[in-house]
């Protein structure tokens, strides 16, 4: 059973270009997380989504930022017209159901 | 809202000794759950350890164990015999049965040999 995969590992975008992040929880989980994570800090809840819904999505900043997990694919988290401040490790995790998740490797975001 | 609290930056052991790293939490709900995580130098978040709040029995994990008080909402994690490979940053985090969870900033643990 493969793990949570994130791709891309590493991801660099000019400021107002548009990053996509992929997700692929673990099989059998339903539930994903993002998380972001600025250096020397901790993990910051950005959105926790089902199968086709966004359960919470109060980490997210409200403008720019959006996430979906469709029925088919991986989780995505879009930043659009990224700036400087959005250079982060943005982490993923699965659970089945509401129990423990599990951490992907992350994608490191490099804006210049 | 939930806040988790790790007040050592950072901590050192010497191998072989044992260490604990400690945590406060806050929080309204009354079931939930708290859990310790490694990341290593890779940034890869693993799972060190879990507790049920609900559960009164401390949780442990071969060298790994934590001192969960609830009352006092204190949840620290002691790591015995500690061996080059723990040498890690240690995150406390909590998680609501919402499914929410919130992360302390880390302790950066040094392993000494």
């Known amino acids: 059973n493969a793990g949570v995969m994130q791709n891309p590992r590493h991801l660099v975008r000019r400021r107002g270009q548009e990053a996509r992040l992929r997700c692929s929880p673990m099989k059998g989980h339903s539930h994903v997380y993002w998380y972001r994570q600025l250096p020397e800090e901790g993990l910051k809840f950005m959105v926790y989504l089902q199968k086709e819904n966004i359960i919470d999505e109060s980490g997210m900043p409200k403008e720019r930022f959006s996430a979906e997990f469709p029925k088919e694919g991986p989780s995505i988290l879009r930043i659009q017209q990224v700036v400087r401040g959005d250079s982060a490790a943005y982490f993923c995790?699965?659970?089945?159901?509401?129990?423990?998740?599990?951490f992907g490797p992350g994608t490191r975001l490099l804006v210049l | 809202a939930q806040t988790v609290t790790q007040s050592q930056p950072e901590m050192s052991v010497q191998e072989a000794e044992t260490v604990t790293l400690s945590c406060t939490y806050d929080t309204s709900e009354s079931d939930y759950y708290l859990f310790w995580y490694k990341q290593p130098p890779s940034r890869q978040m693993i799972l060190v350890i879990r507790q049920e709040a609900y559960k009164q029995q401390n949780a442990t994990e071969n060298r790994f164990s934590v001192n969960f008080q609830k009352a006092a909402k204190s949840f620290s994690l002691k790591i015995s015999d500690s061996q080059l490979g723990d040498a890690a940053m240690y995150f406390c985090?909590?998680?609501?049965?919402?499914?929410?969870?919130?992360f302390g900033d880390g302790t950066t643990l040094t392993v000494k040999p």
């Open positions: 985090a909590h998680r609501t049965n919402a499914g929410k969870s919130t």
């Open positions: 995790a699965s659970s089945p159901v509401q129990e423990t998740q599990y």
